[in-house]
C-alpha cells in the first residue's frame, strides 16, 4: 500500500516496540487492534480507529484505509469537543464482556501456568521416587522437594487465580478503583468454595458496583476529588462487593459443585463428546473467542479439580498451527515461499500451544483453514478424553505432555499427531494450488 508503519505490540511480555510521543504527533493516524482493553489516552487528538485483534490480522487494509480516507474519529478523551462520542465509546468499553473478561484472564494466567506445572512436576518427582505426596497446607507440612514445588504452586501461584482473574475484570470496567473491590470479592469466592464461577461474577460485580459509586458521587465539589480514590471508592466498593458476594456464595458454591460432579460423574461416551466440542472450539477460530471461552472453561474445571476438560482443550489448541505447518510440508507445491516459511514458525507455536500461529494462513484462506483445523482439533480432543487423559497444567504444549495426571503422555501425544495429520491432510487437498485463484 506504500504506507509507512510502527507496530506496538502489548502481549504478556508487556510492552514492545512502544509508539513514542513525537511519532505518534507525525503519525496520520492511530489503529488500535486488541482484544483486551488499552489505555488510549496518549492518542488524544490523533484519528483513532478501534477494532478486535482478528481484523488486524485479517482486514488490515481495510483499517489502514479508514485512516487514510479520513474516516476514523479524531479522539478527544475526556475533552468537551467530542463529549458524547467518547461517553458512546466508554459505556461500549465497559460493557464489551468478553474483552473485560480476557482482560481477567490476561493477569491470571501466569499464575496459572506457573503453578500449575510446579504442581504437576511435585507430582511427577512424588511418583517417580515413591513419596507419598500430602496436601501442603504451611511450611511446617513440607518435608521434601516435591513438597516444596506443591506449597509453592498449590499453596500460594494457584490460590492467588481467582482474585487475580475477579481484580483484573474488574479494572477493565471501572480502572485503578475497581482493583482492590475485584480481589476482596474474588477472595470471598475462593474461600466459600465458589470457584472460578464465583471470581467471573465477582470481578463482573465489582467493576459495575463502582461504576456506580463513581456515578453516585459525580457531583460532589471539586475540592474532594482527592477523596475518592483512596477513600470514597475502596470503603463503597468493597462493602457493597463483599456483602452481595456474601449473598451469593452460597448458591454459586452449590451449583459449581452439583457441576463437578455431573463432569466427574460422565462415562467415557460422554466425556468424549465433550473432548470433541472442547477440540473444535479450539480449532474454530484460531484463538478468538470460541478458543478462549473453551480454555477459561478448561481453566475452570482445573480450579474445581477437574483435569479432563483443559488436556481436551490443550490438544486442540495445538492442531491448528502444527496441522497447517505439517501441511506446507506435505503439500509444498501448493504454498509459495513465504507460506512454507510461515509454516515453520507454526512448527514451533504450535509445539508451544499457540493457536494463533495458523492465524496467517487463516487470514488468506479463512473458509479452509477453520474447517480443516476445526475437525483435527476436534477429533484429538475427543481422542485426549476417550485415553483418558487429564492434564493439570493448562499451558505448555509438547513441554507439559510428560505432566498428565491421568493416562499416558505417549496416547497423549498420538492423539494430538491423529488431529494434526487430519488437519494437514484435510487443507493439503482442499486447497488449490498457488496458481490457481483462491475463492475463499
Known amino acids: ?47 483513532l480507529v478501534q477494532a478486535p485483534v482478528t481484523d488486524g490480522i485479517r482486514k488490515p487494509e ?61 507430582y511427577l518427582i512424588a511418583s517417580l521416587t515413591g513419596i507419598e505426596l500430602k496436601p501442603v497446607a504451611s511450611v511446617a507440612d513440607v518435608h521434601s522437594f516435591a513438597d516444596l514445588l506443591s506449597y509453592i504452586g498449590n499453596g500460594n501461584a494457584m490460590y492467588l487465580m481467582i482474585p487475580i482473574l475477579a481484580g483484573y475484570i474488574a479494572m477493565s470496567i471501572a480502572d485503578r478503583p475497581g482493583l482492590a473491590p475485584g480481589m476482596v470479592g474474588g477472595l470471598m469466592a475462593l474461600t466459600s468454595n465458589a470457584g472460578f464461577l464465583g471470581g467471573l461474577i465477582a470481578g463482573f460485580l465489582a467493576g459495575y458496583i463502582v461504576e456506580l459509586v463513581k456515578w453516585a458521587f459525580q457531583k460532589w465539589p471539586q475540592s474532594l476529588d482527592g477523596l475518592k480514590p483512596v477513600l470514597i471508592y475502596p470503603v463503597f466498593g468493597i462493602f457493597i462487593t463483599g456483602a452481595l458476594m456474601f449473598l451469593i456464595n452460597q448458591p454459586i458454591s452449590l451449583f459449581v459443585e452439583w457441576m463437578t460432579s455431573v463432569l466427574n460423574g460422565m462415562g467415557t461416551g460422554n466425556l468424549v463428546i465433550l473432548g470433541l466440542i472442547l477440540g473444535g472450539m479450539m480449532g474454530i477460530d484460531l484463538g478468538g473467542p470460541f478458543n478462549k471461552i473453551a480454555f477459561t472453561f478448561g481453566i475452570a474445571m482445573i480450579s474445581a479439580g477437574n483435569f479432563y476438560p483443559q488436556a481436551a482443550v490443550m490438544a486442540g489448541g495445538m492442531v491448528p498451527p502444527l496441522g497447517m505447518a505439517l501441511a506446507t510440508t506435505l503439500f509444498s507445491h501448493k504454498f509459495n515461499r513465504q507460506q512454507r516459511d510461515a509454516g515453520k514458525v507454526a512448527y514451533v ?17 479463512p473458509l479452509r483453514v477453520m474447517v480443516s483445523s476445526a475437525i483435527g482439533s476436534a477429533l484429538a480432543g475427543g481422542l485426549a478424553l476417550l485415553f483418558g487423559i487429564g492434564l493439570r ?48
Open 349 to 365: 507455536l504450535g509445539a508451544a500451544f499457540v493457536s494463533e500461529g495458523a492465524i496467517p494462513f487463516g487470514a488468506a484462506d
Open 62 to 122: 481495510e483499517l489502514i484505509n479508514q485512516v487514510l480516507e479520513e474516516k476514523a474519529p479524531v479522539y478527544q478523551g475526556d475533552g468537551s469537543a467530542s463529549k458524547a462520542q467518547a461517553s458512546e465509546e466508554e459505556s461500549g468499553k465497559k460493557l464489551n464482556i468478553y474483552k473485560n473478561l480476557m482482560n481477567g484472564v490476561t493477569y491470571m494466567l501466569p499464575f496459572v501456568v506457573g503453578g500449575g506445572i510446579l504442581i504437576a512436576v511435585s
Open 1 to 47: 500500500m506504500g504506507v509507512s508503519i510502527k507496530v506496538q505490540t502489548n502481549g504478556s511480555t508487556g510492552i514492545k516496540n512502544k509508539l513514542q510521543p513525537d511519532e505518534i504527533e507525525k503519525a496520520k493516524g492511530i489503529i488500535v487492534a486488541a482484544s483486551i482493553n488499552i489505555d488510549v489516552e496518549p492518542f488524544r487528538g490523533k484519528p
Open 393 to 440: 497444567p493448562p499451558h505448555g504444549g509438547i513441554f507439559v505432555i510428560p505432566l498428565v495426571s491421568n493416562g499416558s503422555p505417549l496416547l497423549y501425544a498420538l492423539a494430538i499427531i491423529i488431529g494434526t495429520v487430519v488437519t494437514a491432510v484435510l487443507y493439503g487437498i482442499w486447497k488449490k494450488p498457488i496458481e490457481q485463484k483462491e475463492e475463499a
